[in-house]
């Protein structure tokens, strides 16, 4: 049974399935999984890989989702993201590190590119 927060989770995911979608990426891959962690979203524009991670809120009252993103997170990322790279033999590539924030309560998007 899930648990309240990953459906929340999912759903934001879901949305920013759809806005990247609309961006013109390709969805590669949802929930990567790895021993070194877990990578939401990775998506393909042109000649750049994406790894996107998504935070859902309902707003941004006390703080911008972005923020959830601390250190520890981003060096999770960025090694599971060198697996996948290697795994997929797409080391040619350029990437990209980005954060999906989602509002439910005020039904907002903020993509943010090359957030780390």
């Known amino acids: 049974m899930k648990t309240l927060k990953r459906e929340i989770g999912d759903y934001g995911e879901r949305v920013a399935v759809k806005y990247l979608e609309k961006k013109g990426y390709t969805i590669l891959e949802r929930n990567y999984l ?3 962690g877990e990578i939401d979203i990775i998506a393909k524009k042109d000649d750049i890989i994406s790894f996107i991670e998504v935070k859902t809120r309902k707003n941004f009252q006390n703080s911008y989702a972005s923020e959830a993103v601390n250190y520890y ?7 599971t993201a060198q697996n996948y790279i290697v795994e997929k033999n797409y080391l040619d590539l ?5 954060v999906c924030e989602v509002y439910t309560e005020i039904k907002k998007i903020k993509f943010i590119e090359n957030a780390f």
């Open 73 to 79: 997170k981003q060096q999770r990322i960025i090694k």
């Open 94 to 98: 350029k990437l990209s590190f980005d």
């Open 34 to 36: 790895k021993k070194t």
